[in-house]
């Protein structure tokens, strides 16, 4: 059975047909695959002028830096894309924007990394929430959980740290691959937010 209709003439997903619903996931996992590109695309609009946020660098650079240290630190593939996406969220969440990369990340990462980039803006808090008034100590609260060293070790040796204006870091463009590579892996159709065992599954069901 082709896929491929020459018009979309469903108004409603409650009428649509099986063969509607196999064009629409057809084209939502070509949509998915181009994500690299458009996570590529959001880091780029953390470019700002240098300054301009209260921040010696803007934040494509501190994102940029936070990668290289990890990178130069030996770090796996899948850290050093984690650090480099760790703020993309600042774009369009500005208040929780650890849970907005996160979720990007989800399906590419281990659940360790994915929870410490869901967390990380907490734990980079005690580096800066006394001087709003904030208890600086917040992340204690996650004191007993498994990956509570990973986060607090993101943000001492990668995060709040890369923020300096003469660290030489390497541009987004030598990040590509491992974009690419990580963000690009094969996952379950997109919308049914499985994993690729389930995906596996349905897929044979659907067959
Ligand atoms: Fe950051």
């Known amino acids: 059975m082709t896929i491929e209709k020459a018009q979309c003439r469903w108004t409603s997903l409650a009428t649509a047909d099986r063969e509607d619903i196999l064009a629409l996931d057809a084209a939502d996992r070509k949509w ?3 994500l690299p590109a458009r996570v590529l695309m959001q880091l780029q609009a953390l470019r700002g002028r240098d300054g301009a946020l209260g921040m010696p660098v803007d934040r494509l650079e501190h994102s ?4 290289t240290r990890a990178y130069r630190d030996n770090r796996s593939d899948e850290y050093v894309v984690c650090a480099l ?14 849970a907005l ?17 869901a967390h990380h803006a907490l734990f980079q808090g005690y580096y800066y929430f006394h001087h709003l008034g904030h208890d600086r100590f917040a992340r204690e609260r996650y004191r007993d959980h498994l990956w509570y060293g990973d986060a607090v070790e993101f943000c ?12 030489a870091s390497h541009p987004l463009e030598f990040f590509e691959p491992a974009i690419r590579e990580v963000i690009g892996r094969h996952r379950a159709a997109p919308e049914l937010g499985c994993t690729s065992i389930e995906a596996a599954e349905l897929a044979r069901l659907r067959d």
């Open 64 to 67: 940029l830096q936070c990668a």
């Open 156 to 167: 001492e040796r990668f995060d709040q740290c890369s923020f300096d204006l003469g660290y």
């Open 32 to 34: 998915a695959a181009l």
């Open 85 to 98: 996406v760790h703020d993309v969220g600042d774009v369009l969440a500005p208040y929780d924007h650890g």
């Open 101 to 117: 990369a996160a979720c990007v990340l989800k399906p590419f990462v281990s659940e360790r990394l994915h929870w410490m980039v």
